[in-house]
């Protein structure tokens, strides 16, 4: 069975910082890219970054761009994504998944507020 498991959401401080994990099983993790998502109350869903599965490459939207960072760790599974200067309006929950194959989980809740 495909899983993807979100963890490290909470409640943060506008301009603090969180580091999301996703840990992946059912599948190997290397042969896929991966990408971090996220969807507010009322919103689409919308896709934040994602990293290739050969070379690491990573791509950013422009509404996260220069505070967020994907990473991957294929020894485990697992893919990370670092959140750095975080405003109110990144309050969402965030997913992981793999791009083209998705399986939704249930996520990880991020809420910024003072």
């Known amino acids: 069975q495909v899983q993807l498991v979100e963890s490290g959401g909470g409640l943060v401080q506008p301009g603090g910082s969180l580091r999301l994990s996703c840990k992946e099983s059912g599948f190997t993790l290397a042969h896929y890219h991966i990408g971090w998502f996220r969807q507010a109350p009322g919103k689409e869903r919308e896709g934040l970054s994602c990293i290739s599965s050969w070379n690491s490459n990573t791509y950013y939207a422009d509404s996260v761009k220069g505070r967020f960072t994907i990473s991957r760790d294929n020894a485990k599974n697992m893919v990370f994504l670092q959140m750095d200067s975080l405003k109110l309006e990144d309050t969402a929950v965030y997913y992981c998944?793999?791009?083209?194959?998705?399986?939704w989980g249930q996520g990880t809740q991020v809420t910024v507020s003072s």
């Open positions: 998944n793999r791009i083209g194959m998705p399986t």
